[in-house]
């Protein structure tokens, strides 16, 4: 106050009277008058009443801003905006800090920072802004913003635009900042990395990439920091692109700039998305090196990452390490271990986990016993599957209806339809409360029952099965519609299967790719090869299960012509299945040089068939088997019993059917060695050994069981009297008195 008073009165004393007109020097002799008033005034209420008549008198001039701070000492905040509105003061910064300063926790603060408004007349607006952030009244900032015009926010300096963004981000107003964004960027206004950090964050959550892209055009050539990279990073995986997030990694390690614990989640899942996770155990030394121990989060993003690859060697070596580090690992850990074990049907690893949680008391989640139950239906492993289930009964989830669909799909999947018909029968007539609350899940139990029939040959239970669905008001799903439609497809019920396909619009349904490749496999089975041609020519040959479907109706019926025909397109899906399908149609038919000439496409284009597999499960332990397999336990037992049950199949008058041979052999002798050496062979053979003579023998392929096989299964049903379930990649085949379901 001394210093405004000396300038004041310097100002006045300096001045030439000459040069000033007689108005000017009348005002500057009034307000040195008035200031030397207002500083020695007695602060009664008598004289401070009689000041403030005196200054509001129209007839005073030369009351300026310096005597409104002044009197701020003096009268309540409230007058003296009165007094500037009345007098049309324009406040400096020094005045505009000291008002807001006294009126910043008021009721009638939003009102008066208003009238500052219009008495500055966007003089003071960037002052305003600055002491408004200054105070963290973030609605007063975002208040005087939005009431300047266009005009006056081209204004505002670099300061004041960088307090209207973290404002609007402080209040959670992310459109707000990146209005904000856009308008700075029009007027090319500059912002440093603490506010285009803000504008990241929004962005992430509520612009698009384009945006975002601008953001990162203004801190491409500068030094980043942590902040920032971090929130582009984590707006980038947002808006599903991984490739910039990579980018702004690259930039942070050219920068010297050592990512945090929470960076490193989000650099490892943009490494994820990018393919770029075969660095990711280099990055965990780089992670380590920076200073960055990784945790449970880190190994957790790494183990998905691997395990969408299917690398179960180095999901079981990240596993190891993160026990070799002290980490005790969690449920997360744990699921993805499960996951990627079922997923690849690692049988053997999956259960060796689970009983890791088990011997180490850790609560089991639902998830993991649905993944093990679904593990156990899918290799129609139904002995282990019940224990699971007993589990389930323990850890109080009986009344799961997820937990008793799988149970019901256990039962189907091993070929026990008499035993899944109970089951759901007895939940159709009680269902208890806690599983009739879950409605949404009724029509996956429905369709579970549908696929269990038709999939086992079934087709008129699983007809009234859909029927009854539809009666009671379920709607039915594109999975139960691919259920029914496959069980019409298998048993030659083309008109039916066609009927459903053409009317799905009275069940809500619109055609997609798996509901129009059942169409074409109904057409295919029948030997319609025309109709299925048809359908596939819809897409212009683009869909790969579409082709897949319609090369093996080919094979069926041996069109070699339409093969010929159709072999660019076919070769266009660089996929083994159809490949390896091509090349046997050709080797059926003797054409021995196409054959070669398909295995040498595959080769130069480095395609790999899928080896052949079967699972057995006996006393409760899973068995695999691949052909030729000489790596079991118990092969000496296995090649003997083989051997006499080829004589039995030959004693019977059965013969081997060579077309399911790919290649040539010298003899016929070794071209029937081959084929008993097939995996499901073997896993058949096994059980006849270590299984009672009344026992259903259960077996699970990952590929169709070829025409020898079948032939064979049936033979050996027969001549053994054996009741054998085979599961292959299509459907059941229950084998007995040597007839095929």
């Not at 109706?553 to 299945?577: F, I, M, W, Y």
């Amino acid at each position: 106050i001394q210093m405004l008073l000396c300038s004041h009165r310097t100002l006045f004393q300096k001045q030439n009277a000459s040069t000033i007109p007689r108005r000017w020097r009348h005002n500057q002799a009034n307000a040195y008058r008035l200031t030397e008033k207002i500083r020695t005034i007695n602060k009664d209420p008598d004289s401070i009443s009689r000041l403030i008549y005196e200054i509001r008198d129209p007839a005073v001039s030369g009351v300026n801003h310096v005597h409104c701070t002044l009197l701020l000492n003096i009268i309540p905040c409230e007058q003296v905006i009165e007094i500037m509105e009345q007098k049309a003061i324009i406040p400096d910064s020094f005045l505009v800090s000291s008002i807001l300063r006294r009126i910043a926790n008021t009721k009638q603060f939003p009102l008066l920072i208003q009238k500052m408004q219009r008495i500055t007349r966007g003089v003071a607006d960037e002052a305003m802004i600055a002491e408004c952030s200054k105070m963290r009244q973030y609605d007063a900032v975002s208040q005087i913003y939005l009431a300047l015009s266009e005009k006056d926010q081209r204004k505002l300096g670099q300061e004041a635009w960088k307090s209207v963004i973290v404002a609007h981000h402080r209040l959670q107003q992310p459109k707000t900042v990146i209005e904000v964004f856009r308008q700075m960027t029009m007027f090319s206004k500059p912002l440093d990395l603490s506010a285009l950090t803000c504008v990241a964050s929004a962005v992430g959550t509520n612009g698009g990439l384009s945006d975002l892209k601008e953001v990162y055009r203004c801190v491409e050539n500068q030094r980043l920091d942590l902040p920032i990279s971090h929130s582009l990073i984590r707006a980038f995986l947002q808006l599903n692109d991984p490739q910039s997030a990579i980018q702004v990694y690259k930039q942070m390690r050219r920068d010297g700039i050592k990512p945090d614990e929470a960076a490193w989640t989000k650099i490892l899942r943009a490494l994820d998305q990018t393919d770029g996770i075969d660095i990711s155990l280099d990055i965990v030394d780089t992670m380590k090196t920076s200073g960055v121990n990784p945790n449970l989060h880190h190994w957790t993003v790494i183990l998905n990452a691997f395990r969408k690859k299917n690398d179960i060697r180095s999901v079981k070596s990240i596993y190891n390490t993160l026990v070799a580090d002290g980490l005790k690992p969690d449920q997360h850990i744990w699921t993805s271990l499960i996951a990627t074990f079922t997923e690849n049907n690692v049988i053997d690893d999956a259960f060796d986990i689970y009983a890791r949680m088990k011997e180490e008391n850790v609560v089991v989640p639902r998830s993991i016993y649905l993944l093990l139950l679904k593990l156990c239906s899918n290799q129609a492993l139904l002995n282990q599957g019940m224990a699971i289930y007993e589990d389930t009964v323990k850890a109080g989830l009986d009344q799961d209806l997820m937990i008793f669909t799988s149970i019901v799909d256990l039962h189907a999947k091993c070929g026990e339809m008499t035993q899944a018909q109970t089951l759901f029968d007895e939940w159709l007539h009680t269902k208890t409360p806690s599983i009739q609350e879950s409605q949404e899940f009724e029509g996956v139990l429905w369709t579970v029952m549908i696929d269990g029939y038709g999939t086992n040959g079934m087709v008129d239970e699983a007809e009234r099965c859909f029927n009854d669905m539809i009666n009671r008001g379920v709607l039915p799903t594109v999975i139960s519609i691919v259920a029914i439609m496959n069980a019409y497809s298998h048993t030659g019920k083309v008109q039916q299967c066609l009927d459903l396909y053409t009317r799905l619009s009275e069940h809500g349904i619109t055609v997609n790719e798996e509901i129009k490749n059942t169409m074409i496999d109904c057409f295919g089975r029948a030997g319609l090869l025309d109709q299925a041609e048809a359908l596939v020519a819809e897409d212009n040959y683009e869909s790969r299960t579409h082709v897949t479907a319609l090369l093996s109706a080919c094979r069926t019926h041996r069109d070699v012509d339409r093969v010929r025909r159709l072999e660019p397109q076919l070769l266009k899906h660089e996929n083994s299945g159809i490949y390896v399908t091509l090349g046997n149609i050709y080797a059926e038919a003797n054409l021995m040089d196409d054959e070669a000439r398909v295995r040498g496409i595959m080769r130069s284009k480095k395609i790999q068939k899928a080896p052949g597999m079967s699972w057995t499960e006996i006393d409760g332990e899973a068995h695999r088997f691949v052909v030729a397999d000489s790596d079991h336990p118990d092969n000496a037992a296995i090649r003997e019993e083989l051997k006499v049950l080829r004589r039995e199949l030959k004693e019977s008058g059965y013969k081997h059917d060579h077309s399911a041979l790919t290649r040539r052999f010298a003899t016929i002798e070794d071209a029937e060695d081959h084929l008993c050496e097939h995996s499901e062979k073997l896993a058949i053979v096994y059980n006849l050994i270590k299984t009672p003579a009344d026992a259903v023998i259960r077996v699970t392929k990952n590929l169709r069981v070829c025409r020898d096989c079948h032939s064979a299964t049936k033979a050996i049903s027969k001549i053994r009297n054996r009741t054998i379930v085979i599961r292959d990649a299509n459907r059941f085949h229950r084998f007995e008195n040597g007839s095929c379901s």
